[in-house]
Antibody
Framework: EVQLLESGGGLVQPGGSLRLSCAASGFTFNNFAMTWVRQAPGKGLEWVSTITGSGGTIYYADSVKGRFTISRDNSKNTLFLQMTSLRAEDTAVYYC?????????????WGQGTLVTVSS | EILLTQSPATLSLSPGDGATLSCRASESVGNFLAWYQQKPGQAPRLLIYDVSNRATGIPARFSGSGYGTDFTLTISSLEPEDFAVYYCQQRINWPPITFGQGTRLEIK
């Protein structure tokens, strides 16, 4: 059974930093692209970033480019999202999600989400 | 960036009814469209990928159709657990991957 478990969320001041983690199990981690999706309170889904299985190719939404860094440690089956220069509009539940196939970004497994609140 | 517009915003139906949810793309996404279901306090769940392929464990009452710019998610006979928010998502021309704004399916 695929399991994704996010951690690292919390309350941070504007301009601060936070690092999210997503521990994966139940599948061959390095075979699949991984994605972060966020959801602001009461709002819809917003794609944040995707990293290929090898980690060699990375994509970001314009809203986070230059501030967020996605990475993965395939030896530890863990996905990361380093977030810097955080803004109030980054407040959201952040989900990690697995692609259904190597580079087919339909997201067939999701973590439970971790809440990031940016506020003074 | 490809915009996805879902309609209606809210759909009020009763258990046993059939439901039709629409997703329109601002340009062709071919057959690279997925549907997700999200219940309050839960993560989204993949229902349909590549327009019409049901994800693992998804009941046959869920079906998808369409091509290019117009897509439909059909629920043949609503069960109580189907009342939720539904999102469409495209992956043909990314980044960015984009989602529709969602359709809320509520009990009438």
């Amino acid at each position: 059974e695929v399991q994704l478990l996010e951690s690292g969320g919390g309350l941070v001041q504007p301009g601060g930093s936070l690092r999210l983690s997503c521990a994966a199990s139940g599948f061959t981690f390095n075979n699949f692209a991984m994605t972060w999706v966020r959801q602001a309170p009461g709002k819809g889904l917003e794609w944040v970033s995707t990293i290929t299985g090898s980690g060699g190719t990375i994509y970001y939404a314009d809203s986070v480019k230059g501030r967020f860094t996605i990475s993965r440690d395939n030896s530890k089956n863990t996905l990361f999202l380093q977030m810097t220069s955080l803004r109030a509009e980054d407040t959201a539940v952040y989900y990690c999600a697995k692609a259904i196939a190597a580079a087919k970004i339909s997201l067939d497994s999701w973590g439970q989400g971790t809440l990031v609140t940016v506020s003074s | 960036e490809i915009l996805l517009t879902q309609s209606p915003a809210t759909l009020s139906l009763s258990p046993g009814d059939g439901a039709t949810l629409s997703c329109r793309a601002s340009e062709s996404v071919g057959n690279f469209l997925a549907w997700y279901q999200q219940k309050p306090g839960q993560a989204p769940r993949l229902l349909i990928y590549d327009v019409s392929n049901r994800a693992t464990g998804i009941p046959a009452r869920f079906s998808g159709s369409g091509y290019g710019t117009d897509f439909t998610l059909t629920i043949s006979s609503l069960e109580p657990e189907d009342f939720a928010v539904y999102y469409c998502q495209q992956r043909i021309n990314w980044p960015p991957i984009t989602f529709g704004q969602g359709t809320r399916l509520e009990i009438k």
